[in-house]
């Protein structure tokens, strides 16, 4: 749907991987919260164009800052690759 799931597979890793870094630096509790749920589930569902993958992102996008180091895009564009999800 946004053109991104349709890229060579270490193109869409890269963005992934690139999303969770920055999701992981980003440690101020409560106000990046609200940003984060949904640009989490907006990389995740664009690169795999999965609601299950959609889901696991927004769930990412709200936990704590010691539980969010969790590579969640990461994670969801190896499985969409590998077909398990």
Do not use: C, H, Q
């Not at 980003?26 to 959609?54: H, Q, R, W």
Request: aromatic share 8%; proline share 8%.
């Amino acid at each position: 749907m946004w053109g991104l799931e349709s890229k060579p597979f270490p193109i869409r890793l890269g963005i992934a991987i690139l999303a969770d870094v920055i999701d992981a630096l980003n440690m101020i509790p409560g106000v990046s919260d609200i940003i984060e749920a949904p640009l989490n589930a907006f990389v995740a569902y664009a690169l795999t164009d999965n609601v299950k993958a959609l889901a696991v992102g927004a769930a990412d996008g709200i936990l704590p800052a010691p539980i969010d180091w969790f590579p969640s895009a990461t994670v969801m564009v190896i499985a969409d690759e590998l077909g398990w999800i």
